[in-house]
């Protein structure tokens, strides 16, 4: 069911997926022309690119050709398939309620949702910390506006709806005492400049909380491109000083690791 809905990809993300064809082969002409220069007229090296991406075909079509730290990334989910987010069955399937007990949240705290879609999470944890507020971050102007209708209608005056962009969350520097990111941040387009936003947006003992499907598990019946491994996500958040600090790995299907400066 995830993957059919996966399917209905935004134009943009088609964009991504032919610029990243487009732009693989230009690496190989700029190697070319190098190797026909005389010795001394050669350029000097160009710097190692140290951000981890590259461009390939891709090697799974729910992917944008586009790698980081050798993981292909995911299309972004599109909002067509909101309602699967909301599917009556997720609860028990995923473990939601666990989740958010493990979250050990406190009354008072600030927490940002990151990739929040309709607010499956952002919403439970609203009543969780009623002294603190909940930001809830996405991309996609439609699920923006299902998070504003729903804050309505269940009075929750508490989260705050804000539109992100795939670069920056937009959140406030150093008030943040979680962020959590479920079953997204394979899909964002930027994973190294996110990571570092969400680091600067953590106060000094806050905690990032990443929920992804198991990669190491082949009974967790998700496309592999949508899963995650552990040892992935420690070197993609060791890359910006994000330190594994704690791991429940009694979910259902994803693993909840958290992270700190
Ligand atoms: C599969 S949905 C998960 C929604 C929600 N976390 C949940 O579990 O119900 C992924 C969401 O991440 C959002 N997203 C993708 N890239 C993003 C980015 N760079 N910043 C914020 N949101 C992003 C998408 O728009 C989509 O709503």
């Known amino acids: 069911m995830v993957n059919q809905i996966r399917l209905f990809l935004p134009l943009g993300a088609l964009g991504a997926l032919l610029l990243g064809a487009g732009a693989c082969t230009q690496p190989l002409a700029e190697s070319r022309a190098a190797t026909q220069l005389p010795e001394q007229r050669r350029p000097a ?3 190692p690119d140290t951000s981890g991406y590259e461009r390939r075909a891709p090697q799974d079509l ?5 790698y980081y730290m050798g993981r292909q990334i995911a299309h972004v989910m599109g909002h067509e398939g909101a309602s699967w987010l909301d599917r009556s069955d997720r609860a028990q ?3 939601t309620d666990q989740l958010l007990r493990e979250l050990k949240l406190k009354p008072t705290d600030v927490v940002a949702d990151i990739g929040a879609g309709t607010g499956f999470f952002t919403f439970r944890m609203s009543a969780l910390v009623p002294q603190g507020k909940v930001l809830a971050v996405d991309i996609q102007p439609e699920m923006l506006e299902s998070l504003r209708q729903t804050r309505a209608k269940l009075g929750a005056n508490n989260v705050i709806p804000v539109r992100g962009t795939t670069q920056n969350p937009n959140l406030p520097a150093g008030e943040v005492d979680l962020v959590l990111i479920v079953d997204a941040y394979h899909e964002f387009d930027y994973p190294r400049e ?3 936003a969400i680091k600067q947006a953590l106060s000094p003992t806050g ?4 929920v992804e499907y198991r990669a190491e598990d082949p009974n967790v019946p998700i496309k592999r491109i949508h899963k995650m ?3 992935q996500a420690r070197r993609e958040m060791a890359a910006v000083g994000l330190r594994l600090t704690d791991s429940v790995e009694t979910l259902p299907q994803q693993h909840l690791l958290f992270f700190q400066k």
Do not use: C, Q, T
Request: aromatic share 0%.
């Open 45 to 47: 090296p160009a710097a």
């Open 62 to 66: 729910n992917g944008i050709g586009k």
């Open 93 to 95: 399937e995923e473990g």
């Open 194 to 196: 996110m990571a570092r």
């Open 207 to 210: 905690r990032l909380a990443l």
């Open 229 to 231: 491994s552990v040892a």
